[in-house]
């Protein structure tokens, strides 16, 4: 409840401090290392990406001692008017979070070179911007190989948001991780064509589980609390959450999350440039980094067997080592062949 009092009051602020355009400093001391940070449509409440980002934020703050402030973009038309009130303010790093933004962000790092960057998701060739990027494909495949272990109808599904090159790397992993373990598995694929269609993620999970697929991959930020909501009542079926760690929002029925560390990314950008080692460039993090990998099956280890966990140990080690390389495209996937562990 605290945790859900907190985004509801910085999400109300955020929200009224975009609309009006009067951002400001008020509360930071000086010499503090400020932390500005532009939201996705999705927004602080969606359980997924935006809220990991935020939760970087936070760890920067407890730990750091940081100033840190958010502004929510409520649609793409605001991506450019908050990168540049925060750019106003001179904050040390400015975070833009979303692949969305990629084009707003290098429009105004270029006519600000002095001002400090950071995008996530996304690739942005300006020296004052710093790249994050994670290989989604590396724990989207354990969520595959997990989903083809538990199935019972040999029939899963994927539900990804916009049709993208960044969620196919979530689509060709998981994918080949499910014929990893089933190479004859049934695996649809349906995109809502957003990520904030609350209602469409439910009725898409619907059709899909109404068609036999029995586990959903969602990787499509709130759109995926729809499928969530759809899960509840049905007997036998399951997600698989997306981002941030989903297993709590629906008990027992999603079976596990593909946790996407951004809030690691986001801490370590700021920790970096605290020490006067600012990062530069572009940065990858993946599964060796620590920064993607699935939960720990609180309230699913019924069907998540110690044999299977096990088994995903294996497979995890095997992408560690560089045995098994997931694919990131469709390109990729086609060419995929099992691996024999």
Known sequence: MRWRALVAFVAAAASAFAFSGCAHHRGARPGQLKLGMVTDVGGLGDRSFNDSAYRGLLMSKKRLHAYIQVLQSRSAADYQPNL??????????IYAVGFLMGLDLDSVAKQHPQQRYAIIDAVVNDPNVVSITFREQDGSFLAGALAAMVSKTHHIAFLGGQDIPLIEKFQAGYIAGAREIDPTIRVDV??????????????????????????????????????????????GDFIIGVDSDQDALAPGKV???????????????????????????????GLKDGAIG????????????????????????????????????????????????
């Open 190 to 235: 349906k995109y809502a064509g957003s990520f904030d269609d609350v209602a469409a993620g439910k009725e898409l999970a619907n059709l899909m589980f109404n068609d036999g697929a029995d586990i959903i991959f969602t990787a499509a930020g709130k759109v995926g609390l729809g499928a969530i909501d759809a899960v509840k009542d049905r007997s």
């Open 294 to 341: 699935l939960t720990d099956f609180k309230y699913t280890r019924e069907y998540v067997t110690a044999p299977r966990r096990a088994e995903l140990a294996t497979i995890t080690r095997a992408i560690a080592d560089g045995r098994i390389s997931p694919p990131d495209t469709l390109q990729a996937l086609a060419a995929f062949t099992p691996v024999k562990l």
């Open 84 to 93: 540049n009130a925060l750019t106003n303010l001179h904050f040390d790093m």
């Open 255 to 285: 079976l596990t999350s593909m946790v996407k560390k951004v809030n690691v990314a986001v801490f370590d950008v700021a920790r970096s440039l605290q020490e006067h080692k600012p990062m530069s460039g572009h940065v990858v993090f």
